[in-house]
T-cell receptor, first 112, second 119 residues
Framework: NAGVTQTPKFRVLKTGQSMTLLCAQD?????MYWYRQDPGMGLRLIHY???????AKGEVPDGYNVSRLKKQNFLLGLESAAPSQTSVYFC???????????FGSGTQLSVL | KQEVTQIPAALSVPEGENLVLNCSFT??????LQWFRQDPGKGLTSLLL?????REQTSGRLNASLDKSSGRSTLYIAASQPGDSATYLC??????????????????FGQGTILTVHP
């Protein structure tokens, strides 16, 4: 099992560019999450999904969109990147009946 | 709004020492509390999970306690080793609302304690 895999691991964008972060899990988990981690702010939830075809907003959703077309994949999109979106992004997943979260290794994004 | 605070922000100890990391939260209506470990450049690894009805959980040299009434949790690490060096984060999950749906599953994270265990 690869667990939770995030691609890419690093990316540098210019303001206004767009990109998609991919999260893939091979554990057949129903729930998937996107977090961002900033110094002094802890992890904050961006969007989450409780199943294929469903998504919901977290606490900091502005400027991001997500899609869950397949159960194993959860995509995070930035349509027009801003410097405030410079952060480390983590994907996580879990089984609906279990509390334990499994995290990917993160994507470090810099927006210049 | 739930707020989670971890003290100290950083801790440096010699190998072999027993240590305690602290986590406090402002809203006692929690479903559970988790402790995570994060190594540099890596994601988070779940260490221990305490349900709201439990007082403590143990795994090897780690022991986590929960006192809901006072809004506190501690992570005790016995006989620390250099390999324990990492950032430790606690996170609380809110009790699901009667309406269900969006409130369930949301974790509120603390900012973490950076632990360094030197030989």
């Amino acid at each position: 099992n690869a667990g939770v895999t995030q691609t890419p691991k690093f990316r540098v964008l210019k303001t206004g560019q767009s990109m998609t972060l991919l999260c893939a899990q091979d554990m057949n988990h129903e729930y998937m999450y996107w977090y961002r981690q900033d110094p002094g702010m802890g992890l904050r939830l961006i969007h989450y999904s409780v199943g294929e075809g469903t998504t919901a907003k977290g606490e900091v959703p502005d400027g991001y969109n997500v899609s869950r077309l397949k159960k194993q994949n959860f995509l995070l999109g930035l349509e027009s990147a801003a410097p405030s979106q410079t952060s480390v992004y983590f994907c996580a997943s879990r089984v609906w009946a279990k509390e334990k979260l499994f995290f990917g290794s993160g994507t470090q994004l810099s927006v210049l | 709004k739930q707020e989670v605070t971890q003290i100290p922000a950083a801790l440096s100890v010699p190998e072999g020492e027993n240590l305690v990391l602290n986590c406090s939260f402002t809203d006692s209506a929690i479903y559970n509390l988790q402790w995570f470990r994060q190594d540099p450049g890596k994601g988070l690894t779940s260490l221990l999970l305490i349900q709201s009805s439990q007082r403590e959980q143990t795994s090897g040299r780690l022991n986590a306690s929960l006192d809901k009434s006072s809004g506190r949790s501690t992570l005790y690490i016995a006989a620390s080793q250099p390999g324990d060096s990492a950032t430790y984060l606690c996170a609380v999950r809110r009790t699901p609302s009667n309406a269900g749906g969006t409130s369930y599953g949301k974790l509120t994270f603390g900012q973490g304690t950076i632990l360094t265990v030197h030989p």
